[in-house]
């Protein structure tokens, strides 16, 4: 069986969710009968060169879905080849029923977001801080919106295209901005995801190449090999996606779109200066690709000057703008929005209907209070000067605690930076140590697109209070000298990993 | 250029978008070059067979995109090949830029809602009345939820699989109805709509074949033709979805999934009894498909006994049950669930991770706080009584307005019913007139399948007044009247539609 078992270490299928795959398949394809011993969590270990309780997670999985049992000295025992016994296609041919497990083998499972305790300082997850939600001024836009004469007209079945209200609130600041043209149109989406989501129906099929930064975040590499994409990777460097590597990319792959976060990208923080933002313009121009700027981000400026957005640089409506109120408010309400020509806002509007009618009207009838009250930018300017001191505690933090040799990025805004440990560090491998200690980050495997970096790692620093910040990259740091210092215990070179 | 301007009568795009499309592609590809002058509408009108008010809708269009302009008592001429004349494309071949037009024909548009003016009787949407939103219970609902002290966790990112208590109340809900088992879970959606989308998502690949019931409702329709998905159709009658046709449909087109709604099918109201229910589940058992039950309204019932839905029914595991909040409260806020076996569940919760993260939350507590209050049941409780009015009323006001040889279907529950007026009338040619009169409603087009009929319409009852509904009754019926005496002005028969 061990030979068979192939584990991908630079999936992002985590280890534990592998080695269940190969015995769910070998439990139901009959490879394995009813009665047989699974190999003992402890050899197993040994062998594969795992952590015990990656194999462990893996039995929990087969043993809670009804396909193994344990017994207390004795092993692990295949004990049904179906999920729980009792779903169909154990009975006689004649009485076939639905066989689950054949039909979900031809779509692919995405990474699920990693689930951790309240305990853990989890720089896991780029998102605001719960402590700063403005909760009172929350409560005041609710009331308002509930005291309305219209609110009927909330609570019905509305338009595709969003909450009139908001559309126009939000077209009209997006004119002001000069990020809407006379030919643009927008459509409001629950969050920036859906608007991926729809531009990718809209405009991909299967096979189709699509440009992406490399590392990006978990959440896009997902949806678009879901759709069947294939991803052109597109390095990241201080200066946002490369733009000679997008020219090479554009020649040799013909990706069908570029997907880019100019502002704090996700997860390197990067910006793309003005230089960068034309010359991705005039690329994608010459090779007739559209360009989606996914902009969650830069309304999260906390140094220096802001900057135009591709969508407001570009002189030939080849952008397709994607903006959300998710990170400069509240997350939990689904609202985003899609700027770009109306042909084909038209055409998102009709994947839209498609997909789920239209987004939430009361969340979007509480943020367009919430913002024309003037609340969301009073908000704003607190999370500013919140989110400013924590970038700067985090920067100071990775000074004072990690390990000489390494590297981190030095973003201006956002949610998130990057670190490099030195090698030899497998930021992975050590993660399960790191969560022991009460520390949680996202390791580079989840982010890697064609470039692996063992040692690299997504610090979301935003949703955490600055004590925390310390106290989290105190334990990282020391952690990381701990098996910097065990892994040379001669002082001999470390391998070269690239 | 009439001999290429072929328009499909049958098609669910409407007449005047075919044709504008006709226009729009002809004058992209420079076969109408600039200064072209366009048919005269009546001129036009008339050769084609339409109304004149279709020719000028699909000439609006194309001027409100830029694309031609008309010139009082000269007609309409040709002023750009691209939308709004801002679209890049027309530079010279080294600026190409995004090629909209290009990349937007490989996908399909799909029809949109009838948008209407509020002075019209509109038996169009199935939707409830917005005059019987409890809006002080709603308010209290919100109140109540905005009070907590939980709040912030609320407006935070929260779980793809839903807001868990209440995912919890809902499985909860399902086990005491027989309607989940040990092997089921829950996941929140944006509605059924999304719910089906998802299904889709996980099971279907561009090709596959859907059996559906025949007519159905536009949205289920535009949803898997979006999807690249056939359809296959199957007739309902006065006991829904008929089971010898599914059988045959199930062994000659070899459906990867059968959508079926077997209380008060929209559009025809039909339900399914007993019987066919478990002939249903037989022959997708034994043809190893599974059933996607798709219950909007079952909870809408006026009179009769409730049955047993398929998924309490199916002691096999081959059943996914999609239900919503939507027509039993407020259709603004878009949450509905699906139940269904473990390892469906597990990727359907991946895709909708994909698809928008996670449903909006505001509104998944306030509607949490809204059932357990006991609102809800008090609500459907008003329902039931105003519903069964309605609908009593409709089938009153058929008996005495619509013209002898009208048939219509009696439903005991939900928001729909079907009218077939008697040949030759054609209710989507008899449409405008109607509602230039004051009246609207979907002809069978839009929900046609594979079977044309000419003479059919939904009409749902459920969104209006009793008195409007008579109102809206009597104008169709004395419309109908006039074009049957007018289309047989000698005695001559009604030619065969058939």
């Given at each position: ?288 690709v559209p360009v989606v700027e996914n902009d969650p981000y830069s309304e999260l400026r906390y140094e ?195």
């Amino acid at each position: 069986m061990d030979a068979l078992l192939q584990l991908d270490h630079g999936s992002e299928v985590p280890l534990y969710r592998q080695l269940y795959e190969h015995f769910a398949e070998r439990i139901r394809s009959g490879e394995l009968g009813i009665g047989e011993r699974l190999p003992a969590t402890r050899e197993l270990a040994g062998s594969l060169g795992l952590n015990r309780t990656t194999v462990a997670a893996a039995y929990e999985m087969l043993e809670a879905e009804g396909m193994i049992a344990g017994r207390v000295g004795k092993g692990s025992f295949v004990t049904s080849a179906t999920v729980a016994g009792e779903l169909a296609g154990r009975g006689p041919a004649s009485q076939r029923g639905v066989r689950w497990g054949a039909l979900l083998e031809r779509s692919e499972t995405a990474p699920t977001s990693t689930a951790l305790g309240r305990e853990t300082i989890s720089f896991a997850t780029s998102w605001p801080s719960r402590e700063l939600f403005p909760l009172d001024e929350f409560r005041l836009s609710c009331a308002a919106v509930t005291a309305r004469a219209d609110l009927a007209d909330i609570l019905q079945l509305g338009s595709p295209a969003g909450y009139e209200p908001l559309r126009r609130y939000l077209l009209a600041e997006a004119h002001r901005k000069g990020e809407a043209g006379a030919a643009d149109d927008l459509l409001i989406t629950n969050g920036c995801q859906q608007g991926l989501d729809l531009v990718g129906r809209v405009l991909l099929r299967p096979g189709d190449a699509v440009a992406v930064e490399d590392p990006v975040y978990p959440g896009l590499k997902s949806l678009l090999t879901g759709m069947g994409a294939r991803l052109a990777a597109v390095p990241v460097g201080t200066n946002g996606m490369e733009i000679p590597r997008l020219v090479r990319v554009l020649e040799r792959e013909r990706p069908k779109l570029i997907v880019v976060t100019p502002d704090f990208q996700n997860p390197t923080g990067a910006t793309q200066p003005l230089a960068a933002r034309r010359g991705l313009l005039e690329a994608a121009r010459a090779a007739g690709v559209p360009v989606v700027e996914n902009d969650p981000y830069s309304e999260l400026r906390y140094e220096g000057q802001p900057l135009a957005a591709l969508k407001q640089l570009d002189e030939h409506g080849g952008t397709v703008l994607l903006r959300s109120f998710s990170k400069a408010s509240f997350p939990g309400l689904r609202v985003g929005w899609v700027v770009g020509p109306k042909p084909l806002l038209d055409r998102l509007r009709h994947a839209k209907e498609a997909a789920d009618l239209h987004s939430d009207q009361l969340s979007q009838a509480v943020l367009l209070e919430f913002a024309e009250s003037g609340r969301l930018e009073a908000h704003r300017r607190r999370l500013l000067e919140a989110g400013g001191e924590r970038l700067r505690v985090t920067l100071e933090a990775c000074r004072e605690f990690l390990p000489p040799g390494t590297r981190w990025t030095r973003p201006e805004g956002g949610m998130n930076l990057w670190v490099s440990l030195p090698e030899p560090l497998d930021a992975g491998e050590m993660l399960p140590r790191a969560q022991k200690l009460g520390v949680a980050y996202l390791p580079a495997r989840y982010f890697a697109v064609s470039r692996q970096e063992p040692g690299g790692l997504r610090l979301s620093f935003a949703g955490l209070a600055p004590q925390q910040i310390r106290d989290g990259l105190a334990i990282i740091g020391k952690l990381a000298a701990a098996e910097l210092a065990s892994a040379h215990p001669s002082g001999e070179p470390a391998p070269a990993m690239v």
